[in-house]
C-alpha cells in the first residue's frame, strides 16, 4: 500500500484524535475517488496552444428530474443499463489512469451496466494495492477478468464497447486479441492521459485510426496528439473528443463540508507547526522536475524578499510541498533541500511525504500552486479539486491548466520555465497582500467547478461520447 499521509502527532488532545481519526475513517471508507493520489503518471511537457477542431463536450447540461420534491439525478449514462463495457487498464495501482477508469467503472455499474475490468501489467506475487482495488470493485459488482486467456477474448468481441485506457494499453490488441483485433476495434473508445514523448511509439498506437474514437482529458493535449501523431507515425487520429475531468462526490462532501474542513485545517497546521493566520502556498504533486518545485521554491523566496524590500505588512507566508519521497527522488529532493537551506528558510517551507489522501491539505492550506513545467499537465485533477476547497489556483500557463483557470479571475496564470519565476513570486505576494481578492477568487473557483468540473459533467460529456461511439 502506498504511504499513507504522516499526521500522527503527540500534541493532539485525545478529543480532537478521535474527531480526526473519524473523519479520516468516512473519507477513506466511501471509495477510490477518495484516494485523492498524488498522481505521479501526468509529467509532460508540450507547448502546443488551445485546440480547435475538435468535437467538445465540454458545455452540456445535466438532465434533472423531479422526484417527490427531491432533486433527483437521472444519470446521463442511463442508456448504457445492460451493456457489456469492456474496460481494459495498463496497470493497477493508486494512479490518477487507473483510479479514474474504477470511477467510469462504478459510474457505468450505477446504471446496470455489466462491467469487466482487465489488467495488463500486474507485479508478480501479490501485490496489496492490487488486492484491495480489485476487491473494491468486485463489491461493486465489476467482473475482474484475466488479460490473456479465452474469456477475455469472447468478453472483447461479445462487448458493447471496449474503453483502453491511456495509450499503452494498445498493446493488448495484437499481445491478447490477436486475429480478432478488426472484429474489436470498431467499438473501441481510446482514453487518452498522456502527453509525454515516449508514448508515441507505433507498437502502442497503430490500431488508433481505426477505433470508434478517442477521449482526451484537455485541448491541448488532444491538439498536441493530432500533431505528433501525424507528423512522427504519419497516422491520423480518430474522432477525437475532449472530455474535462470532474469532481468525485466524495471529494465534494469534504469540499463543503465546513466543520469537516475546519478541523482538517486545524489539524494539519498543528502538524507543520503553523499559524491559523499564516498564509500557506501547496504544491500538490508528486515531487519531480517536471512538476516544478524547484522554481516554485524560487519564487517562495523572491516572493518573501519582495515583502522584505516593500515593507509589506502580511502575515508570514509559507510553502508547503506535498508529494516528497526521499526513497525515490533522492537528487531532485536533496536538491531542493539544498536550496531551503542555503536561503535559510527551513520554518517557511514544510516538505510532507506522498499521500493518499490530499483531501486534509487542500484544507489547510490557502492558494495551490500548480506549478507543472513543459508542455504543463494533461489536465491536472488537483487543480479542480482546490477550486473545490475554494482555493485559488497560481498555475502555469500550460496544459490542461490554462483551460482551468480563468487568469485574473480563479487565480492566476504565469509562464512554464524560469521566466516564470517572477511573475509567480509577484503573483504570490499580491494573494498574500490582498485577502479579499484572495477569498473572492477562491469562491469563483468554487463556482467555475460547480458549473462544470462536477463528477455529474464528466458523466454527461462522457455520455455523449458513448452515444457516439454505440451507435456507429
Ligand atoms: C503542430 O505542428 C506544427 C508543425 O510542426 C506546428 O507549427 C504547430 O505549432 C503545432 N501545433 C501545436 C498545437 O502543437
Ligand atoms: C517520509 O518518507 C521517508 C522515506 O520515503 C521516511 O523515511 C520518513 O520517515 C517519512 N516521513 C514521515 C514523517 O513519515
Ligand atoms: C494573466 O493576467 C495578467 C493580468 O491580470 C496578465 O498580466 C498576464 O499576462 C496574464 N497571463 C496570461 C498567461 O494570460
Request: proline residues 3%; hydrophobic residues 40%.
Amino acid at each position: 500500500m502506498a504511504k499513507q499521509s504522516t499526521m500522527g502527532s503527540p500534541r493532539l488532545t485525545f478529543q480532537k484524535k478521535k474527531r480526526w481519526g473519524l473523519i479520516l475513517l468516512v473519507m477513506l471508507s466511501v471509495s477510490t475517488a477518495v484516494m485523492f493520489v498524488i498522481r505521479a503518471g501526468y509529467d509532460s511537457s508540450c507547448d502546443c496552444g488551445v485546440g480547435k477542431g475538435f468535437d467538445s463536450v465540454v458545455e452540456q447540461k445535466v438532465v434533472l428530474g423531479q422526484t417527490n420534491n427531491k432533486v433527483k439525478l437521472v444519470s446521463p449514462l442511463s442508456f448504457m443499463k445492460s451493456k457489456v463495457v469492456l474496460l481494459v487498464s495498463h496497470e493497477l495501482s493508486l494512479s490518477g489512469g487507473p483510479l479514474l477508469l474504477m470511477e467510469l467503472a462504478f459510474l457505468l455499474r450505477g446504471v446496470g451496466a455489466e462491467v469487466c475490468w482487465i489488467t495488463i501489467q500486474k507485479p508478480p506475487g501479490k501485490d496489496e494495492v492490487i488486492y484491495s482495488l480489485e476487491n473494491k470493485m468486485l463489491d461493486r459488482g465489476v467482473q475482474v477478468l484475466s488479460a490473456k486467456g479465452k474469456e477475455a477474448i469472447d468478453t472483447a468481441i461479445k462487448a458493447d464497447l471496449v474503453v483502453l485506457n491511456t495509450a499503452v494499453s494498445g498493446k493488448w490488441l495484437d499481445a491478447v486479441l490477436n486475429k480478432d483485433v478488426p472484429r474489436v476495434l470498431p467499438k473501441v473508445l481510446w482514453w487518452i492521459h498522456e502527453m509525454r514523448g515516449h508514448y508515441f511509439r507505433l507498437d502502442y498506437v497503430k490500431h488508433l485510426p481505426m477505433v470508434a474514437g478517442s477521449m482526451i482529458d484537455s485541448f491541448v493535449t488532444a491538439e498536441y496528439w493530432k500533431n505528433r501523431t501525424q507528423e512522427r507515425l504519419k497516422i491520423q487520429m480518430p474522432k477525437t473528443h475532449v472530455v474535462h475531468l470532474g469532481n468525485s462526490k466524495e471529494l465534494m462532501d469534504v469540499a463543503e463540508n465546513r466543520v469537516a474542513k475546519r478541523v482538517l485545517r486545524e489539524h494539519v497546521r498543528e502538524s507543520l507547526g503553523v499559524r491559523n493566520e499564516d498564509i500557506l502556498f501547496a504544491a500538490i504533486n508528486s515531487v519531480s522536475r517536471g512538476k516544478g518545485q524547484d522554481l516554485f521554491l524560487r519564487s517562495f523566496y523572491e516572493s518573501l524578499q519582495l515583502i522584505q524590500q516593500k515593507k509589506l505588512q502580511v502575515p508570514s507566508i509559507h510553502a508547503v510541498i506535498v508529494g516528497s519521497d526521499m526513497s525515490v527522488q533522492t537528487r531532485f529532493e536533496t536538491e531542493l533541500r539544498d536550496f531551503v537551506e542555503q536561503k535559510k528558510i527551513q520554518h517557511r517551507v514544510h516538505f510532507v511525504n506522498k499521500t493518499l489522501t490530499v483531501a486534509p491539505y487542500l484544507a489547510a492550506i490557502d492558494v495551490l500552486v500548480q506549478n507543472s513545467q513543459g508542455r504543463g499537465e494533461c489536465f491536472g485533477r488537483v487543480t479542480i479539486e482546490a477550486m473545490a476547497f475554494q482555493l485559488p489556483v497560481l498555475g502555469t500557463s500550460a496544459g490542461g491548466t490554462a483551460e482551468i483557470v480563468v487568469n485574473g479571475s480563479t487565480g492566476f496564470l504565469h509562464p512554464a520555465g524560469k521566466e516564470g519565476v517572477s511573475p509567480l513570486a509577484k503573483n504570490m505576494v499580491k494573494l498574500a497582500t490582498h485577502v479579499e481578492r484572495r477569498l473572492t477568487m477562491g469562491k469563483r473557483g468554487y463556482e467555475r467547478v460547480k458549473q462544470r468540473f462536477m463528477e455529474h459533467h464528466m458523466a454527461d460529456r462522457i455520455s455523449h461520447v458513448l452515444k457516439e461511439v454505440l451507435h456507429k
